[in-house]
């Protein structure tokens, strides 16, 4: 049996995936989490953050994984340290704090930004100096982002190097990460699966579309020449290596303007870029997670079709894309819905969008199209 | 909502299709079906016979369906006639007796083997002289299906000409119909689907492999000609209209050594030689019921690779196949599995494996072999 902790729609979509392979899932949900609990029999609600419901929920799966990484990672270690298998593992996790992410990037030969961390809120002085010597030596503009509790865009600012001083000074959350603001020419994902027998497999390397920060289309084939892909595939191949992942890990890239290809961040976990997967690949990213935590053979990772495109079902407030499928699939009949079970209020993913297709451009557009019929609301 | 009466493994793969849609399904389930409980937590326990369990169920739901046809035909007939959505139809559901199918198929321009229904229970006379005159000019083997109640090649038998007359003296079931054993070429399925507003498709021709009577492989492209495909697909197509389905409708036929298609029989549901077309196809023939009975827009119906083959995971009685995954895997990494959650007694079907492939004749042979490392049991 695999326990998850958390209910979103990760979970949601590995009970999905487990239901065929005849895998028992249990999840620990939040008492706010709908997506898995509508469709998942075996859930029990509680806090992944709380030791107690960790524990207790652990000592009845064979093998526990995450929906998402805001999980109790000390007990998640004592677990660990008792014999339990949790996948991924507690060092894994830990790369989803940035600034441990890029400076173990860095010292381990993994490309990242130009960067520089430093901590506003302890007692070692000098924050501000460096932060603003960083940006004074950065160009006109710096990105700066909370190593921890960010995602879809928060916590990550644009600042004028004459704003850094005054930011540092105000802010009071986990250390920054500043890195320049970079001549991106396109933003990269690559899904990897790793198992504990150390079977590791990429996905082919897909295109990344940002909105505000966040994640909005997701295209294959990406716009980029074969030695990049093959640089980013490479790459992630690598991360998955260093972090000792287990399970799917997505490693987002940027490609620069001289095909420098550079890891922006990972999650330790199925992601986003990877839901095209589903119908895209011959192994979802989902099926995979569950092969590689189960130590079982992973599946092959070829894409099956030309063209794949995602786009991300935004919920708009007043219009509820479950009483909207009939419209979407009248405009286009062959797309793939996904909906989460989520009420679409607070501009959250709700669900999402694949189209098969055979050329990337019209597949994009389709995809998008089927996605704001849903939506209600025009966010591309 | 939709209600699924019955909480087999048709039902587990309807909700399997149902939850991405963002569709909420409810099941009927008989105290031993152990398919769909395991997955769908809206599952109400009761006898998809009884009236009143039939008639309660209904109320609480949007939509009715079935997972199998064994249903209380009266209390549908009563609840469709105050006006609630039954899909398919009473109608359509009258079709699974095979003496009413097969004489409104032959009063109804659909081609069908030559054949005489006699009813050894009624107190007509002649039943048995029917027969044996129907037996002695339909060559040394004559085949005798129960009219009701039959599936997986169970109360279908072959006779000599000089068994009919004792068979049909001794005979106390529902009326049988006799047919001609023929020269059969192949056999195919055709699935096809209609929605309320008339809309119809039919997937590509499959090839249908029976051993013992039971459908134990199916394999895209069929080993037959252009013409012979289409007139099938033409034959589906006008049962759906002559049986007035809503859903999808399995059509089996019969090819005889001329190029002849003649309909061996129907089911009035989604089936187990659809089963490929969840990886195989553009959409399943599980999402595409769903769509159907809620007056959606149907989805295309292309395959989505040049050779698809399933086969089927028979229980042979000690080794379940839950715990086999990952040797199959091993063996055929890029096999799709999918398990019911039915233990593996009395050579039931307890899940089925899809591989897509270049090729019919290898795409075939890695899927046997797939079953058959799950199964532990080489049945073919």
Redesign the interface.
């Known amino acids: 049996m695999v326990g998850i902790l958390g209910g979103g729609q990760l979970a949601?979509m590995l009970?999905?995936a487990a239901?065929?392979?005849?895998?028992?899932v249990r999840v620990l949900a939040a008492p706010g989490d709908e997506g898995a609990?509508?469709?998942?029999?075996d859930?029990v609600v509680g806090d992944p953050l709380d030791p107690d419901d960790v524990a207790r929920f652990e000592a009845g799966v064979d093998v526990l994984t995450i929906d998402h990484e805001n999980v109790d990672h000390e007990t998640l270690a004592s677990l660990e340290a008792a014999g339990s298998a949790v996948r991924p593992g507690v060092g894994t996790l830990r790369f989803s704090d940035k600034a441990h992410q890029r400076r173990a990037f860095a010292s381990g030969g993994i490309p990242v930004p130009e960067f520089v961390v430093v901590d506003p809120v302890a007692s070692v002085p000098g924050a501000q100096e460096v932060a603003v010597a960083f940006a004074s030596g950065s160009g006109p503009e710096v990105v700066a982002k909370a190593s921890r509790g960010g995602y879809d865009g928060r916590a990550v600012w644009m600042l004028g190097a004459d704003q850094v001083g005054p930011f540092v000074a105000a802010y009071e959350g986990s250390p920054l990460v500043f890195e320049p603001k970079l001549d991106l020419r396109c933003e990269l994902a690559v899904l990897v699966a790793r198992n504990p027998s150390g079977e590791v497999r990429t996905w082919p390397v897909l295109e990344t579309v940002q909105v505000d920060g966040m994640c909005d289309e997701v295209v294959f084939p990406a716009p980029v020449e074969d030695h990049v892909a093959q640089r980013a595939r490479e790459i992630a191949s690598d991360v998955a290596e260093l972090t000792g992942a287990v399970g799917v890990l997505a490693v987002e890239l940027f490609v620069l303007g001289d095909d420098e290809v550079l890891v922006n961040e990972i999650a330790p976990r199925v992601h986003n870029s990877g839901h095209l997967t589903i119908e895209g690949s011959?192994?979802s990213q989902f099926e995979q997670h569950l092969?590689a935590i189960?130590?079982?053979?992973?599946?092959?990772t070829g894409m099956?079709?030309p063209a794949v495109a995602m786009s991300n079902v935004v919920g708009s407030g007043e219009i509820d894309?479950?009483t909207r499928?009939?419209l979407a699939?009248?405009g286009v009949?062959?797309a793939?819905?996904?909906?989460?079970?989520k009420a679409p209020r607070d501009r959250r993913k709700v669900?999402h969008v694949t189209v098969?297709g055979d050329e990337r451009g019209s597949t994009r557009q389709r995809a998008a199209m089927a996605a704001e019929l849903l939506s209600g609301d025009r966010v591309r």
């Open positions: 949601r009970a999905e239901t065929p392979l005849g895998v028992h609990r509508e469709v998942v029999p859930t011959s192994t092969r189960l130590d079982w053979p992973l599946g092959p099956s079709s894309p479950r499928q009939a699939l009248a009949p062959e793939h819905v996904h909906l989460y079970g669900g098969l």
